[in-house]
């Protein structure tokens, strides 16, 4: 596949071994490690047509958190040298925790969000768009339409030109989709379903101990977990 189709984004997503990770690519029907599609969960009062419909985009994702939104390589610059680049930036970051996740709403979508607020996740975050910022490729006049819904605040509508997405910097909040978008009436449903199907998963901290490259082969392609780049001193783990 040429370079130039694929795109890369960078999250957290929980190491495949983690109960969180178990779960939550059950739930949306896809481990992203592998690639291999799991038959959709089966929840009291969901269909599993319904199940598979409303974690559909979701799905195409992954279980993950971005940190930096998908986006395509800059003039001059490789995957290799990306790589690189990340495994340094996440010697430079010592591992911590985030507290329980909550089920909150985000634009319409169900998500997992920490419970309170956490400064060292925030600081990552903008990190990770600054410094591997020369990686991106600047957006076109016709994606900047596409993401320019109107609707932004004059910070996002800032970020949006100057970053190449409009939630980041103060503007960022972390979350992990569960959904895709709900009307009022599957809200409530979904949020049960969600709660009861992760259950005793969301009273349990999260160590953040790893920065994952997702990549996105082709347009349109399901992303998938590249490497995982431990923050500390140990080397990329790349994917087989």
Not at 4 to 21: C, K, N, V, W
Not at 76 to 85: F, K, Q, V
Not at 170 to 189: K, N, Q, V, Y
Not at 210 to 221: D, Q, R, T, Y
């Amino acid at each position: 596949m040429s370079s130039d189709q694929q795109r890369y984004a960078i999250s957290f997503t929980p190491a495949p071994h983690e109960a969180l990770g178990i779960v939550g690519a059950s739930w949306v029907g896809r481990n992203a490690f592998s690639g291999a599609s799991i038959e959709p969960p089966m929840i009291g009062g969901l269909s599993l047509a319904e199940t598979s419909f409303h974690t559909a985009l979701p799905r195409r994702y992954g279980f993950q958190g971005m940190l930096k939104s998908p986006f395509y390589l800059a003039d001059g610059m490789s995957e290799a040298m990306l790589l690189n680049a990340l495994m340094r930036f996440a010697t430079g970051w010592q591992p911590f925790w985030l507290p329980r996740l909550k089920v909150v709403q985000r634009g319409g979508i169900l998500a997992f969000a920490p419970a309170v607020a956490v400064p060292e996740l925030d600081d990552l975050a903008a990190a990770v768009v600054c410094e591997l910022d020369p990686f991106r490729a600047p957006l076109s006049e016709a994606e900047l339409e596409r993401r320019d819904t109107g609707l932004l605040s004059p910070v996002q509508f800032t970020n949006l030109h100057r970053w190449g997405q409009p939630d980041v910097m103060s503007a960022f909040s972390f979350h992990i989709p569960l959904t895709g978008p709900l009307d009022a009436r599957e809200m409530a449903r979904m949020e049960r379903a969600v709660s009861e199907f992760f259950g005793p998963i969301l009273q349990e901290p999260v160590e953040f101990e790893n920065i994952a490259l997702f990549v996105e082969e082709e347009p349109g392609a399901p992303f998938c977990v590249h490497s995982l780049h431990p923050m500390g001193a140990l080397p990329a783990r790349k994917i087989a």
